[in-house]
């Protein structure tokens, strides 16, 4: 059986060392069995079949934890990428941890392994080749990069170097690894220095260059290795500079395109594989657009917790192969009754009508990679999306005026996890009204109380100007939602997590309970 997203079916490999009869070492180690090609007339081909590129650039971190992932948590972020229809990532600008890559193979997530170090000096090369050498058996690995963005080998004086160095790099990749391409993220033209020594070009935004360059070189494959920038703030549908945050209606870019702007072109040319966008996630430092205070970038389509932003859905409805659709934004306006809000629907339907509290607001055809939208009156109550396809309504969303909110919830993504002190339990925290219904822009401070066979590691809001402890046992809900994410320890057992509410100025909120069971972790093969 081959590997693919779809079907990412593993093989394991034993190798023994054997000496007069006598097995002196051993290892094992998964691998697949798949093919990746890049054609520059159709794109991208994994075993011999067409497949987009639908791509998302990642640094590592994570709310609460920082760089040091438990692994767990890395399947949880390739797993929140996925429920959009990301099917690659890219690991800028640095060699991944082994965890991410095994979480890859074992996920069905294809990604460009990328070096940090740009050279043929004796360290260069050694990163490279250990960056080759350590996950050259990994199926989920399409494409080699040798770097990103180095501006002064591609043109000026040291146009020549460039190419020198390129072909260094990518031939020690073919002499280790013949089996894929070797390429690099570069901005601009891609017409000389390093671009001369790859096998395949990757364009870092520059929506103008992609078309005449294929004009110019038709004989040479073409990807985005880093498209869009755009930037949201997640539950935010005001820029307020005041406030650092920017609005998520898809058109604020400080360079690069929105999303709808790049797969629009990536996904309209059967000669382009495909791009990764960046980011798939917020991640700690480059806090653009907005300095101090900011401690995060916004470039993610989700944030540092993982809790989508709504181009999520943008992605979903253009990548992802179940209908979809998703309206915004929230709808507790108090105070702007009578002023228009803009309402925006992503779907991959035919067609989209809008309620205001049952009535009509008109039915719009839906554009291909595009979104359809509304100018509405505030009133509070409802507005409803219904899609169609085919002239029959197929999905429904709503989004509905709250009431003040009036007690906690707790939802986790795993009820069981192995007691190995290693496993983590990821925790959503949310606040409902007395309707049951999700508060949007509830903003109270928490306090958690975990106790039995597990302890508190992190939480997060995904507030990108949250100055509060990510360690602690605290957390203001940002618009509404906020993060705790338990490990186990060595015993098997329950672990008790309860959620309070902290500092009230009012009536308190209702508390939150939920009990995860750890097992016993089976004990790790050992081969004699």
Not at 213 to 239: C, D, L
Not at 302 to 315: I, T
Not at 400 to 429: F, N, S, Y
Request: charged share 20%; aromatic share 10%.
């Amino acid at each position: 059986m081959l590997w693919s997203p779809d079907e990412p079916h593993l093989y394991t490999a034993l190798v023994k060392v054997i000496v007069d009869g006598a097995t002196r070492d051993a290892e094992q180690f998964p691998f697949g069995i798949r093919t990746a090609a890049f054609d520059p007339e159709r794109g991208f081909f994994l075993n011999g079949k067409s497949l987009k590129i639908q791509g998302t650039c990642n640094h590592q971190d994570h709310a609460g934890v920082g760089a040091a992932l438990p692994d767990r948590l890395q399947a949880f972020r390739v797993g929140v990428l996925q429920g959009m229809g990301c099917n690659a990532v890219r690991t800028s600008h640095n060699m991944p941890t082994p965890e991410w890559v095994a979480a890859c193979d074992r996920m069905g997530m294809m990604m460009m392994c990328e070096t940090r170090h740009m050279s043929s000096s004796p360290s260069g090369m050694q990163q490279l080749e250990t960056m080759v050498k350590r996950y050259r058996n990994s199926p989920s690995i399409i494409l080699w990069s040798i770097g990103n963005e180095e501006w002064r080998l591609q043109k000026g004086p040291l146009e020549p170097q460039g190419e020198r160095i390129g072909a260094t790099m990518v031939e020690r990749c073919h002499e280790l690894d013949p089996t894929r391409a070797v390429s690099a993220a570069v901005n601009g033209d891609n017409e000389q220095g390093v671009s001369d020594a790859l096998d395949v070009i990757g364009f870092n935004y520059n929506l103008k260059y992609p078309d005449a360059f294929h004009k110019q070189h038709p004989g040479r494959a073409v990807y985005g290795s880093e498209t869009s920038s755009a930037i949201a703030t997640r539950g935010e549908y005001v820029t307020d500079p005041k406030k650092n945050t920017v609005n998520s209606y898809d058109g604020v870019v400080p360079w690069g395109e929105t999303p709808e702007q790049w797969w629009s072109f990536y996904g309209s040319r059967d000669w382009l594989a495909g791009g990764f966008a960046w980011t798939g996630f917020d991640y700690r430092g480059e806090p653009t657009p907005y300095g101090w205070p900011s401690v995060s970038s916004q470039f993610g389509i989700v944030d540092l917790c993982g809790f989508p932003k709504d181009s999520y859905y943008y992605y979903k409805a253009w990548w992802a192969k179940a209908p979809s659709l998703h309206v915004f934004p929230h709808w507790n306006w108090a105070g702007k009754e009578g002023q228009e809000i803009p309402v925006w629907v992503y779907t991959n339907l035919d067609e989209v009508e809008l309620l205001l509290n049952g009535k009509s607001l008109g039915v719009q055809k839906v554009p291909r990679f595009g979104h359809v939208q509304w100018k509405v009156a505030y009133a509070p109550g409802t507005i409803e999306a219904r899609g169609r396809r085919n002239g029959q309504v197929v999905l429904v969303e709503r989004r509905e005026t709250t009431g003040p909110a009036r007690k906690l919830r707790l939802a986790v993504d795993r009820a069981e996890i192995a007691a190995d002190g290693q496993d983590v339990a990821m925790i959503t925290v949310d606040v409902l009204d007395g309707h049951g219904r999700p508060v949007p822009t509830a903003d109270n401070k928490l306090a958690f109380r975990v106790s039995g066979a597990g302890k508190l590691i992190g939480v997060g809001n995904g507030d990108p100007n949250c100055h509060e402890s990510d360690k602690e046992p605290r957390r203001s809900l940002f618009n509404g939602l906020a993060q705790v994410i338990i490990q186990s320890t060595a015993s098997a057992g329950t672990i008790r997590v309860e959620a309070v509410e902290e500092g009230a100025t009012g009536p308190s909120l209702a508390p939150a309970s939920l009990t995860i069971t750890t097992r016993q972790a089976a004990q790790r093969q050992v081969v004699a």
